[in-house]
């Protein structure tokens, strides 16, 4: 294993609650996260060999 794996979601949320992400719009944010973090995933990995 060791490789590269995404994000910590516990973190995300609190830092959309520091950033007082209106919980309606949370959702949507989260799907962006995770398409960024699909694309830096495939993009580190591909860096990797």
Do not use: F, W
């Given at each position: 294993?060791?490789?590269?794996?995404?994000?910590?979601?516990?973190?995300?949320?609190?830092?959309?609650?520091?950033?007082?992400?209106?919980?309606d719009?949370?959702?949507?944010?989260?799907?962006?996260?995770?398409?960024?973090?699909?694309?830096?995933?495939?993009e580190?990995?591909?860096?990797?060999?």
């Open positions: 294993m060791g490789g590269l794996t995404g994000l910590d979601y516990s973190a995300v949320y609190v830092v959309m609650q520091i950033h007082a992400v209106p919980p719009e949370g959702r949507d944010r989260l799907q962006q996260i995770r398409l960024l973090e699909r694309g830096a995933l495939n580190m990995n591909k860096a990797k060999g």
